[in-house]
């Protein structure tokens, strides 16, 4: 069962735009995490957030947590072609260790 | 500081037989996840281990079975594979206690295909 959805599946865009994916669940997390993962590798950590309605930035990434702790999203300002890989956003229940990784987001940014 | 390193990166092998994925785990952390991530979709938690206790388990059979030694390394084994069990594995490394399961590090998984 896929509890968390992440929006758009995929991504196509030109160096400079702006973006948004999003994360959404009927679940309440206690924390939410950001990763990107690139072809053949791990998913790197980009972020955590932990209360309801925080945002946090991180260069020209902005992550937002939903007041009710169900959904995020993260924004992308001036798109660049580094930025390219799959996003996932992962979630964490209250009481339990493991975490819940949604769909994906998979984003081209070409020159 | 090491980073989660697992090995080996790729493995072929044919269905029935069994496998062994082995992780290290970050320097200082005592937690270890393994995650299963078929292609094009997220990684699916399999189980985690903490201090050498299996702590929480997925929605996968008895077959996948695994191991957390004293320096905190862990092994991930698969019996009677299946080809559905072709995907990459990961393993993430955390610290915390039993309530504590963000801030997980991915090593860079291995690819394992079975024929």
């Known amino acids: 069962t896929q509890l968390l959805e992440q929006s758009p599946q995929f991504l196509s865009i030109q160096e400079g735009e702006n973006l948004t994916v999003y994360c959404n669940s009927s679940?309440?997390?206690?924390?939410l995490q950001w990763y990107r993962q690139e072809p053949g590798e791990g998913p790197v950590l980009l972020v955590t957030?932990?209360?309801?309605?925080e945002v946090k930035k991180l260069k020209r990434l902005t992550f937002q947590f939903g007041d009710a702790r169900k959904d995020s999203s993260l924004h992308i300002t001036a798109a660049q072609p580094g930025d390219t890989g799959l996003y996932l956003c992962?979630?964490?229940?209250?009481?339990?260790?493991?975490?819940?990784f949604g769909t994906g987001t998979r984003l081209q940014v070409f020159p | 500081e090491t980073g989660v390193t697992q090995s080996p990166t790729h493995l072929i092998k044919t269905r029935g037989q069994q496998v062994t994925l082995r992780c290290s785990s970050q320097?200082?952390?005592?937690?270890v996840s393994w995650y299963q991530q078929a292609l094009g979709q997220g990684p699916q938690f399999i189980f985690q281990?903490?201090?050498?206790?299996?702590?929480g388990r997925g929605n996968f059979p008895p077959r996948f079975s695994g191991l957390q030694f004293p320096n905190y390394s862990s092994e991930l084994n698969v019996n009677a594979l299946e080809l559905d069990d072709s995907a990459l594995y990961l393993c993430?490394?955390?610290?915390?206690?039993?309530?504590?399961?963000?801030?997980?590090?991915f090593g860079p998984g291995t690819r394992l295909t079975v024929t």
């Open positions: 993430a490394s955390s610290l915390g206690g039993r309530s504590s399961s963000y801030e997980q590090y």
């Open positions: 679940s309440v997390f206690s924390s």
């Open positions: 957030v932990v209360t309801g309605g």
């Open positions: 992962a979630g964490a229940h209250w009481g339990t260790d493991k975490l819940i």
């Open positions: 320097s200082g952390h005592n937690t």
């Open positions: 281990y903490y201090r050498e206790e299996e702590n």
